[in-house]
């Protein structure tokens, strides 16, 4: 009995495979031996023959992953490969699912590695890293015996000591000119230490055949490092007999495009014909021959982990102890460890809701040309309305199988049958799965069908005051139970192109503007605009004081129409926030959480007027504190709420009373610093006069001076403290507040 696969590409699934066999396992006691059973007596033979399986599935999601399904079959113990990139393999390693279904098993999967260049450099002893200088190279051979030829006096050989940069000038004057030398200090063989200069003649060869085999190995492994070679992964299948073997993971793709083409019949009758394309990208370096392509609209998590490249962890580095350790030492116990149960939780796979999406009822397609020639699209059809449709990607032609012609734009097409393309909803996701096999070879582009139906249109002008230029757009109604994902979309009307623009996605049910051209004819401008604000209510509680206001407002909008035909203007109008409502009976032909949007029919050569008078509750909100004197807020709240008087004349008062005191103390503050000064000055005339007889009426005048600061002093200070004791009041009284009054109580 076959086992269907169950993998959800919303969760990468790590699948751990047993790397050893039993190679000694021997066949039950008396069993007659059969001829497939007779690797079973001894060790079972290693697989030889290596099979690649093809492409069956492939699911491609919007965040640039694929899912890929692998099926075929094998016989007896098979070896089967599929080669990836680095970058694939890292989510091939990842998510990998293999799946036996004839009672075999998979003994292990092999890759071949690439150990990082930064650790193979380290097992030379050159001591260079992957982007050397000239400079770092001879670090490298210093002590090493050298062949130096092209210097002058001629050959030298001896043993590199150093290399060293020299900065020299050219010429005189003005002209002079600074360069960088670099020279070579060699020890000759006869002792003599010999300095020439690095230029483009001079050559240097090590003579030691191990250094040149190290410098030819470093020279080896950099050239690793610019080949893109495949990762061969391999999987040991072992079994008896044929069955079938499945393979699936995920793997990085280009994300799957949406176009789609608005086609209005010559005859308006308030719908339109929506043709919806995919654009598929197979990058992945294999054919997709006849596989089953979904694709879908959503964007599931994923990540890559580079699973396929060796890390090195970084170790610590421990001294090793020199001096004796004479002094015992003790060592403190480890704690008890708690080991509590450990509770499983089991991911359940999402489940699909499958939708019954009925395609335009298709019958014999018809034959047509395509092209805007004129007013047809065309194609050639065949019998039952199925087709081969060939697409052309840059210099490589992709083959689809089982696309639809394209439509004829005056009509609705008829090509597509019931069943070409099924969807299903899971999750947030939405799926588009073609019934009909697809072909895209390798390096190769498709466009494949996934939409063809009838929808709710209008042509509608939309104007807005964050847009003055108005737009020609389509009113689309979503009435079937197809998500439309985003994408770009054309319009044609009457045979031609008319304009093209983006949709975000429209669900089952909604209905969306799609604007795509500028509508040259229609001009509208706001002529009068009007507001009134009346005090409702008013309540003041722990300092406090919400207003509450009843406003109305009005706005006048004109629209023009220059054009020969009749238009249906859709004025944009902004939506207050909560507790705001329209006046009288006008109504909204369609709300979004911001905007009104209101139909205004203008005829041919005329202008039309739309009133829009709406009214809500707008709010105030003002704290009272001693901090801040808001005695002129409150004179004006009593002089607008009369009633409100008896509660806050106390408070009034004790801002008045505050406001006083600051007065005096700013007053007495300044007599302070004027007295501190006369003081000061009269005791540096008495320093200067010390000893003579005017010293006298100084001494008078300090004391007097002196008699004002300390009473200036005081004043302050006791000014301070009633102050303080003002505010402590003024507090008190803010918070004994307690008023509401409502506009409509006073109205009775």
């Known amino acids: 009995m076959r086992r269907s696969i169950a993998v959800s590409c919303l969760i990468a699934f790590t699948v751990v495979f047993a790397l050893t066999i039993n190679l ?44 890929f399904e692998h099926a075929g079959s094998v016989t007896g113990n098979q070896r089967v490969a599929i080669d990836f990139t680095s970058p694939q393999l890292n989510d091939v390693l990842q998510s990998l699912t293999v799946l036996d279904e004839g009672g075999g098993r998979i003994a292990g999967v092999n890759y071949n590695s690439t150990t990082p260049l930064a650790e193979q450099l380290k097992s030379l002893s050159l001591g260079m890293s992957d982007d050397p200088t000239s400079t770092e190279l001879f670090q490298a051979l210093r002590g090493q015996r050298v062949e130096v030829t092209g210097a002058a006096g001629g050959p030298i050989t001896g043993r590199l000591l150093s290399i060293e940069s020299r900065t020299e000038k050219m010429g005189g004057g ?38 040149q085999g190290q410098l030819d190995r470093y020279l080896e492994l950099l050239a690793t490092t610019h080949a893109n070679g495949l990762r061969h992964l391999t999987l040991d299948a072992l079994g008896q007999g044929q069955r079938e073997l499945r393979v699936s993971y995920i793997s990085e793709v280009p994300v799957w495009k949406s176009t789609y083409r608005i086609v209005f019949p010559r005859t308006a009758n308030g719908s339109a014909t929506m043709q919806g394309w995919a654009v598929v990208d197979n990058t992945v370096g294999a054919d997709w021959e006849n596989v089953q392509l979904s694709l879908v609209a959503g964007a599931p998590q994923s990540f890559i982990q580079p699973l396929s490249q060796p890390i090195y962890t970084r170790r610590v580095e421990i001294p090793i102890a020199t001096d004796a350790q004479l002094t015992p030492q003790t060592h403190e116990a480890a704690e008890t460890e708690d080991k509590s149960e450990m509770v499983k939780n089991q991911l359940a796979a999402p ?16 034959s047509a040309s395509f092209g805007v020639a004129g007013s047809d699209f065309g194609g050639t059809g065949s019998a039952g309305g199925a087709m081969g449709s060939v697409f052309r990607n840059g210099a490589n032609t992709v083959s689809v199988t089982g696309a639809a012609p394209m439509l004829d734009v005056d009509r609705a097409s008829d090509a ?26 390798k390096n190769e582009s498709a466009m494949v069908p996934i939409l063809q139906q009838q929808f709710p249109a209008e042509h509608v002008t939309l104007w807005s005051e964050r847009e003055p230029t108005p737009l020609r757009a389509v009113w689309l109604e979503n009435n079937s139970k197809l998500t439309l994902d985003s994408g770009s979309f054309s319009i044609f009307e009457s045979g031609e192109f008319a304009g093209e623009g983006l949709l975000d996605p429209i669900h089952p049910g909604e209905k969306r503007l799609l604007s795509y051209a500028a509508d040259q004819a229609v001009r509208v401008k706001v002529t009068d605009h009007d507001g009134l604000r009346t005090l409702h209510h008013v309540q003041i509680h722990g300092g406090a004081i919400i207003e509450t206001y009843m406003d109305a407002s009005s706005k006048t909008y004109s629209a023009t129409n220059s054009g020969d035909q009749d238009r249906d203007v859709l004025i944009e109008h902004p939506r207050h926030g909560d507790g705001w409502t329209l006046d009288g009976d006008l109504k909204a032909a369609e709300t979004s959480p911001n905007l009104y949007r209101f139909k205004l029919p203008v005829v041919a050569h005329s202008t039309a007027t739309l009133d829009v008078r709406e009214r809500g509750p707008e709010g105030a909100q003002v704290w009272l504190n001693a901090n801040t004197n808001q005695s002129v807020y409150l004179l004006d709240l009593v002089r607008r709420v009369p009633d409100a008087l008896e509660k806050l004349k106390p408070v009034i008062d004790a801002y008045g009373a505050l406001a006083d005191l600051d007065r005096r103390i700013k007053e007495s503050k300044e007599t302070e610093k004027t007295a501190a ?3 000061a000055r009269d005791r540096e005339n008495l320093t200067a006069l010390k000893g003579n007889d005017a010293a006298k009426r100084f001494v008078d005048e300090l004391n007097k001076a002196e008699d004002l600061l300390q009473a200036t002093r005081k004043q302050t200070a006791d000014l301070e403290q009633q102050k303080k004791t003002a505010v402590e009041k003024l507090d008190e009284l803010i918070g004994q507040i307690s008023f509401d009054w409502d506009v409509k109580a006073v109205k009775q």
Do not use: C, W
């Open 174 to 211: 003005d002209s002079a000119t600074t360069i960088e030398k670099i020279y070579l200090s060699v020890i000759a063989s006869s002792g003599a230490a010999r300095v020439v200069e690095l230029t483009p003649a001079l050559s240097v060869r090590p003579l030691d055949a191990n250094l």
């Open 24 to 67: 000694a396992a021997q066949a039950p006691a008396g069993a007659q031996a059969k001829p497939e059973q007779a690797a079973a007596k001894g060790p079972l033979a290693a697989p030889q023959t290596v099979k690649n399986l093809p492409v069956r599935k492939v699911v491609l999601y919007k965040n640039g992953v694929g899912y």
């Open 351 to 366: 489940t699909r809701i499958p939708h019954d999406i009925k395609m335009l009822a298709g019958k014999e397609a018809p």
């Open 416 to 441: 597509y049958k019931e069943g070409d393309v099924t969807t299903n909803a899971f999750d947030d996701f939405f799926e588009y799965a073609l019934t009909a096999p697809v072909t895209i070879h």
């Open 677 to 679: 000064a006369d003081e």
